[in-house]
Each structure stands twice: as structure tokens, then as C-alpha cells.
């Protein structure tokens, strides 16, 4: 019998998502909500649309497997050289590269915890140690949401080759801040890779919190991941960027990257939604008031809900959040429950965020 690294046997099984036709046949109603996978409500640009069909009809072609013309659009966009720029099929794909190229076994892999919860998995697989530095409250009587910098420093060993920082971090939302991220890069190890995973960094509102893409300046040990599946809504098509202060970061990521894993439709979408980022930014504008109205909403209701500077919410309600998301559910509303931890929620539509505050506050009235 053939069997899988020990690794990787370990490593969960993949249990699809929840999807809302599925569950609104299932519990007889027209329509269910989907406020699970921090995705935006607007569909792609009619621009952006127009830049997949017209790709359309080239695909019996390979796609450049160098993304040149996506490579260049980035690094003029952020003022860098293209040899700073690696683009992947999505960021995810793209920390899995800096898994495989920067780490072996023994090797660690630090990160706060909770965090995004693909950095465990893609250690586990790269063969790498995890060292988890659990998350403490960003304000005093809080709840543990916010990154320990601190810890995480003294946590960095001799094996430690990467640390993810998520700014704004999933599932919290809450973000770092300049003075706290300067200090801690500055003192990080130059043999440690900081990779900063701003996702998010579209639905930052505070000035106070940095944008990597300066912070790397001056800094070789550190890098900035960026995606379009969020605030440029191409969850669909897969294309995430990484930007590097010192080009062989850039260029280890590329060599490590999946032969033309960047599709066609994916490049000339992405090199649209650039060229359209004015309009991009005008609905990241909205939805940063719809976060406002939603957090007004949650605190009155007396939820203990911090400030998110991405495009979700984070309920820290513990032992209560499987049962809580299950109780949604069943009112037609898909979250993202951590189970014992809380619950995160997409900011979506305006009607999806009333549908979602009215199946909660259904859900009270029930006693749930
Ligand atoms: C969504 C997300 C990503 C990127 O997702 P891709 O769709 O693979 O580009 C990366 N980091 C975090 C923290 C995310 O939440």
C-alpha cells in the first residue's frame, strides 16, 4: 500500500463551505446569505469582465508564464523594479512558495495565533516547526484579538526562517500600528524573512496603521503579500502579488512557483482591475461605512466588538460561537464560526448586513 508523508497524512481532511443555494433549498427559502469568506457583494467591473472575454478567446494558449505585462502594471503601480514583484495563484499559493523556499525541516515558521489559518497548515506541509504566540487583548478589558509583537520577537529562534505578520489580521480584524511594526522589524533578526499578509490593506481606515509596502523600504528582510480576491473582487480567478524589498526574496518566490498557475483570465483581469482602481477604491469606501454601521449595531447589542480595519466583524463570543453560527444558519445566514473562539462576518451588501442583524436578533429572542 502506498501511503503520504506522515506530514501530510496528519494534515485535515478538505470540508467544503457551506453554499447558499444549497442551504436555502435545504431550509425552504428563496434565498440564503453568504457572509463567510470575507469576499465583496459587487461583481467584477464591466471593464474588468470585458478584459476576461476578450482573454477568452486565446485560451488555447498557455498563459505568460512570467505574468510580464501583470509584473510591470505592479511595479509601476507601487513604485518598485518588476524583480521586486512575484505574482501567484492567489496569496495563498504564494506562502506556500515562501514555505518551500525558505524553510526545511527544522526549520520553524512563527506567527500569531489566531490568525489565518492556512499559515499551520502550509508549515506542517513545508515540513517546518509552527511556533504559535497567542494573541492578547488590544484594549484593557478586551478580548484577546490583537498581535503581541513583543511575544513574538522573543519567540523567533535560530530556526525561526519566516514570520507571517496578518495586518489587519484574520479572524480579528484589528490591525497593528506604525510605531509598534517599526520597532519589531527593526528587531527582528536580518536572517528572518517578515512576511507582512495585508489582504486587507484596502479597508484600512486608520492612518495609524502602516502600509508595508513602505515599511519595506530599506529593510531586505521583509516582504508585503496583497491579493485580488478581496477588495478587487477576483476571489474567482486566483491572483495574488508579492512585494519584496530585496529582489531575491521576489525571485525565490518565483522559483518555487507552479508552472503558469497564473491563468490568462486571471492576468488580464487583474491588469484591469488596476487600471480601474478608482472605482475599486470607491466601493472599499463603502464598505468601510458599512463595517461603521455594523459595528454601531453589534455594540448595541451589547457584543464586545473591536475595531475592524478589514472588510469583516469579529464576535468574540467563545464557548458560544459554533452554536451561534449553526442558530444563524438555520435563518438563512452563513458565517465563519471559530469554534470556542468567536465568529467572523463578512460586511456585505447593506440588505445582506440587515438580513444578517435581523437573523440575530432573531436568534436572541430565542433564547440562542
Ligand atoms: C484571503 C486571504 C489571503 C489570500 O487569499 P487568496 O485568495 O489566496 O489571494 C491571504 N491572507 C489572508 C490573511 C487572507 O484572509
Known sequence: MVSPRPAVQALPAYRPGRNPADLAREIGVDRAIKLASNEVAFPPLPAVVDAIAAAAGETNRYPDNGAVVLTDALAERYGVDPAQVATGCGAVMLCQQLAQAYTEPGASIAFAWRSFEMYPLLAQVAGARSIQVPLVPGREGGPADTHDLDGLLAAIDDDTRLVFVCNPNNPTGTAVRRAGLEKFLDAVPVTTLVVLDEAYREFVSDPDVP???????????????????????????????????????????????VPFSVSMLAQAAAVAALASEDEVRARCASVVAERKRLVAALRARGFDVSDSQANFVWLPVGEQAAPLAAALEARAVITRPFAGVGVRVTVGAPEENDAFLAALDAVRADGG
Open 211 to 257: 502600509d508595508g509596502t513602505e515599511l519595506m523600504r530599506g529593510r531586505p528582510n521583509v516582504a508585503v503579500l496583497r491579493t485580488f480576491s478581496k477588495a478587487w473582487g477576483l476571489a474567482g480567478l486566483r491572483v495574488g502579488y508579492l512585494l519584496a524589498e530585496d529582489p531575491a526574496v521576489a525571485e525565490a518566490v518565483r522559483k518555487t512557483h
